[in-house]
């Protein structure tokens, strides 16, 4: 590394950073409300560097990825979200994790994994934010790792949430963003989803009279 | 631009149809609303498909959409299938209805969301846009996770909740491919809306970087191959069979499958290129033969019907992903026969299980027994099935096996005995337990809707036609895709 790193890069790692120890927050959090608000500082955190790449590269397509990524994951899924929590009566719902330090172990060792499979790309890119792209394969390990641990049905959505997060950075930070007609349609199915998967939460609760999914083990071979 | 037309409409009859069949709700000539627009869907894909023949390759929209040899193949096959499933669904979902297993707004999600399923299946097979590609998969999803559980069982909200967080997982890893083929794409291709266009990138395939393309191929394999039913990722696919309903089932084992295997195809061409080699063959032949043993071995210990016939899907897609992994000319025409073969005949064993299960009033393969006494047209249909998609001479699925089983042994002698261990396992399971069920003693009512018989000797009827004959044409149009696959 060269000793001088322009202060716009500096600024998009940092950015990568809070959003990689955010990931690390929501593997720990009990409480669903506090989950969901992590989720939307996540992604206003990713908002931010999406802009400042942005502005560093003149990307003009970056500004409507951003107005994008605010919309939809700082303000309106996490809107959606805490309706559906409120409509539920699940805000007490306060899962009994199991092992968080092990969890947070296991975390670590994957982060160090991610480094190490994104470094040969790293190198070949030429974005000013190409040192993001580990942190953003750890990302979406911590989420898959959380979608793993979590046995309520929400955690597990904002898991799943969370990845797309992590897929994003990787897509700013190695490329400067997909065509506009993809990450358009990639946002399009993702609200869809959110909007199907509140139908069926309520699906769920009529059902089971709860929204553990640690009920939902009928389902075997033999 | 007449055939630009024709392109249109077959996109906008599925999308137009679907919002109409959500406004109308259920009428009485809902379902044959559905079956017009399938079979209007599937007279513009045969309309499509003959002036591909005719004009060779063509763009639509720009360059956003592009009709090659290999998928309007798949196209016609999936307006097929979807027209003759919307046959068979329509008194099959009466008869639910009528059960009470089903209330009136519920068939209207079924037929509004069937429609946007074929929507998203058609627009996944034509476009030239890989991220679109990736869109329209997950698009797929979405339409089919409420479809699952129709029913809202305990059992059938597991399945579909199982179904959406394994593929959401699974395509989340695609999207990674993606987003890592174009990081590759943009460093040829320049930052342009192109780079992610399979027609641009297959000519600049050379120039990909490999380090970058084979990490990126690793996972869009096992990103799609999630929705393939690749092991180990296939968990969901067994019970999202078993617990939707019947069409859903026949609609995900017949098309999704082939849609999704279509996607890493297109991936597999771009990749092989870039890394050269047989990196992204073996790698296929690798998951496809773990696919095929892990099925072969699960089959055996399944009592309902519909998760038996799920695992008989998992088989052949190892198989498949196999032949295409071998690669070669004649590999790939085994392989594109054999998914033809197995979407037609797997459909038809779908819509015949259907009815039995109607008939008999469960799924456990125990409780159901002397179909043929209580209709013989539904226990032959099934008895043909199961024979067919054994790999049964003359069925066309036995001439795909036959293929795929001698290029093995040629190319490949260290799988013979694995690929002939598998298909004997299955034969030997699937066989035995279909035999009870369609000849033995029984004490089953009648339905109050006649069932759709057509729909499967249709399909078994061109099965039993292609393993005898296939028309010069068909073979010219395999054949130009097989090479395109390389």
């Keep these: 590394m060269s000793a001088i790193i322009p202060l716009s890069a500096q600024l998009i790692n940092l950015c990568a950073s809070v959003i990689l120890l955010l990931a690390f927050a929501m593997l720990a959090q009990r409480r669903v409300m506090q989950l969901i608000n992590l989720f939307a500082l996540q992604g206003l955190v990713l908002c931010l560097s999406t802009l400042i790449v942005a502005v560093t590269t003149g990307q003009h397509h970056l500004y409507y990825s951003a107005g994008l990524t605010l919309a939809l994951k700082a303000i309106l899924l996490p809107w959606i979200l805490h309706r559906l929590v409120r409509k539920l009566y699940v805000k007490w719902d306060v899962e009994s994790l199991v092992n968080v330090p092990t969890t947070m172990l296991v975390g670590v060792v994957l982060v160090m994994i991610a480094f190490n499979v994104a470094q040969p790309i790293s190198l070949l890119s030429q974005t000013v934010s190409r040192g993001t792209l580990g942190i953003a394969l750890a990302v979406v390990m911590l989420a898959f790792v959380m979608m793993i641990t979590r046995t309520k049905a929400i955690p597990q959505v904002v898991g799943f949430l969370a990845m797309e997060n992590g897929l994003f950075l990787a897509a700013t930070s190695a490329t400067y963003g997909m065509p506009m007609v993809v990450e358009l349609g990639i946002a399009l199915d993702v609200l869809v989803g959110v909007i199907i998967l509140g139908v069926f939460f309520f699906q769920i609760r009529d059902q089971f009279d709860s929204l553990d999914i640690s009920h939902m083990e009928k389902l075997k071979d033999g | ?486």
């Design chain 2, 1 to 486: 631009m007449a055939e630009l037309d024709i392109f249109v409409a077959m996109l906008a009859i599925p999308l137009v149809s679907g919002a109409l069949l959500t406004v109308i709700g259920e009428r009485k000539w809902a379902p044959n609303l559905n079956v017009i627009a399938s079979g209007c869907t599937f007279f513009a894909a045969a309309l499509l498909t003959a002036d591909i023949i005719t004009n060779g390759p063509r763009f639509a929209m720009g360059e956003q959409f592009f009709i090659d040899s290999m998928n309007v193949f798949f196209v016609t096959l999936t307006a097929f299938v979807g027209m003759t499933t919307s046959i068979f669904s329509g008194p099959y979902m009466k008869n639910e209805h009528e059960h009470g297993r089903l209330t009136v707004a519920r068939l209207r999600l079924y037929k509004s969301m069937f429609q946007l399923f074929m929507f998203t299946m058609l627009v996944a097979l034509t476009t030239n846009n890989m991220g679109i590609l990736w869109v329209a998969m997950e698009a797929a999803t979405l339409t089919t996770v409420l479809l699952v559980s129709l029913y809202r069982t305990p059992a059938s909200l597991e399945a579909a909740w199982k179904y959406f967080i394994l593929c959401g997982v699974g395509i989340a890893q695609a999207l990674f491919g993606t987003i890592l083929l174009y990081f590759a794409a943009e460093r040829v291709l320049g930052e342009t809306g192109n780079a992610l266009l399979w027609t641009h990138l297959v000519e600049v395939r050379g120039e990909l970087d490999p380090s970058i393309m084979v990490l990126s191929f690793i996972f869009l394999l096992v990103g799609y191959g999630t929705k393939v039913g690749l092991a180990p990722l296939h968990n969901w696919l067994p019970d999202a069979h078993a617990e939707g309903p019947t069409p859903v089932s026949a609609v995900l084992s017949g098309l999704l499958l082939n849609v999704a295997l279509y996607a890493v195809l297109r991936s597999k061409v771009l990749a092989d290129g870039a890394i050269g080699g047989d990196f992204a063959g073996n790698l296929m032949m690798g998951f496809g033969l773990l696919t095929l043993l892990m099925a072969a071995f699960f089959l055996g210990r399944q009592k309902d019907i519909k998760r038996m016939f799920a695992y008989s899907s998992i088989e052949h897609m190892g198989l498949i992903t196999f032949a295409f992994g071998m690669g070669g000319a004649v590999a790939n025409f085994a392989g594109l026969l054999h998914m033809t073969m197995h979407s037609l005949t797997k459909s038809a064993i779908f819509f015949a299980v259907g009815h039995a299960t109607q008939k008999s009033g469960t799924q456990l393969m125990a409780d159901i027994r002397g179909l043929v006494r209580i209709n013989p047209v539904i226990g032959w249909g099934l008895m043909l099935g199961t024979l067919a998609i054994l790999g049964m001479p003359p069925f066309g699925v036995f001439a795909s096996e036959f293929m795929i089983l001698t290029h093995a042994m040629k190319y490949h002698p260290w799988a013979t005995p694995i690929l002939l261990l598998a298909l004997g396992v299955a034969f030997a399971q699937i066989f035995g337990k279909v035999q009870p069920m369609v000849f033995g003693e029984t004490h089953a009512k009648r339905l109050p809707h006649a069932p759709a018989i057509t729909p499967v000797f249709l399909h078994l009827a061109i099965v039993l036609m292609l393993g005898l004959w296939i028309p010069p044409y068909l073979t010219r149009w395999f054949q130009e895709a097989a090479r395109m696959l390389g």
